[in-house]
């Protein structure tokens, strides 16, 4: 099923804020304690909040890059597809152990703005149940704006995948998508967040109709979507493909619906002995289901690979898969890809 090197330089560029994860085991009651809003979800905060949040740990939190598309585009890399990734990092330390981690992964680097502000930090509250709780100071990452990104950014890669975070900032969030459609890329939206699509519902829905070829949502995203809790999943995905996209919903430990006009597959989830945190899981379903995707491969076979990700990512703490994970990872994509 693979196809021959596209002559394009990149198979995929990522889009979003490349955010420095803090990842923190707490018990419920902290989130009951220090922390509005809802369980599950992920919410802006400032540099004083930020602070207040990590001084009440009993303990300090583990640092790893992080950022949805920044996830993606890492595991991506790690399948073997050639990236590069569009963000802004800042002036400190953690901007350049952040950008030497993308270049250590393989990803190209080159489309990286620069800011004057500290780089992006996000606070993953992981409680018992490994559900995670996110709570993101964007520093330098919020002060990118729509006139530094160019259809330039976009002209070598065959891909754009677009996390959904950028919609708390619509005229970025059009900037981005306008111009990766200038240069010709195929685009998928990470919907990211039940809290993204409630405020960017109008925007999504009108750059559906414009033309976005693969949305992946959750089961939160996608009721927040349509403003429904039916469990009905594999409805819901027919109700997005019929707006035109290939409609990815993800269910966690129950699978996911695919859904291209009249074609619809379950995929099965991988089972896993240890669950310790869903930080980044959905991101690396959404890796390897491109990977195979823009390899051609059938709708069934990418979101097998996405599955295998993503239940490698949930026995790991963090989003990153570890070293020693991927050969075997990439030696079942190939006998998935000889389907």
């Known amino acids: 099923m693979s196809l021959s090197v596209s002559p394009i330089p990149y198979d995929l560029i990522g889009a979003g804020n490349p955010i420095m994860d803090l990842l923190a085991r707490v018990p419920d009651d902290f989130l009951t304690h220090h922390v509005s809003g809802a369980k599950g979800g992920m919410e802006l905060v400032n540099a004083d909040e930020m602070h207040r949040l990590v001084s009440q740990l009993h303990a300090s939190p583990v640092r790893a890059p992080g950022g949805s598309a920044a996830n993606t585009t890492i595991s991506a890399a790690r399948l073997g597809l050639r ?73 070598s890669s065959r891909h754009a995948h677009i996390e959904g975070y950028l919609m708390f900032n619509p005229a970025l969030a059009t900037a981005v998508v306008n111009a990766a459609r200038a240069a010709g890329c195929t685009i998928s939206i990470d919907l990211s967040s039940f809290e993204v699509v409630n405020v960017a519902r109008d925007w999504l829905t009108a750059q559906i109709k414009e033309g976005i070829n693969i949305i992946f949502a959750n089961e939160d995203e996608i009721h927040a979507l349509y403003q429904t809790k039916t469990s009905d999943f594999e409805a819901l995905a027919k109700q997005l493909a019929a707006q035109g996209c290939l409609a990815a919903v993800k269910m966690g430990k129950d699978g996911a619906w695919l859904a291209r006009g009249q074609e619809v597959h379950r995929i099965l989830p991988i089972r896993v002995t240890q669950l310790v945190d869903t930080t980044g899981a959905g991101d690396a379903w959404a890796a390897g289901f491109l990977y195979g995707y823009l390899r051609g491969w059938t709708l069934p076979a990418a979101g097998a690979l996405g599955s295998i990700l993503g239940a490698e990512c949930v026995q790991h703490l963090g989003p990153a898969i570890p070293e020693s994970h991927w050969p075997e990872i990439k030696q079942r994509a190939v006998l998935l890809g000889s389907r």
């Open 83 to 155: 990236t590069r990734y569009l963000g802004k990092i800042g002036d400190d330390e953690t901007a350049r152990t952040y950008h030497q981690n993308m270049l250590d992964h393989g990803v190209d680097g080159s489309c990286f703005k620069r800011g004057a502000l500290p780089n992006a930090r996000c606070l993953s509250l992981v409680t018992p149940d490994s559900q995670r709780t996110l709570r993101t100071c964007l520093g330098a990452a919020m002060t990118i704006s729509p006139d530094e990104v160019s259809v330039d950014d976009f002209s």
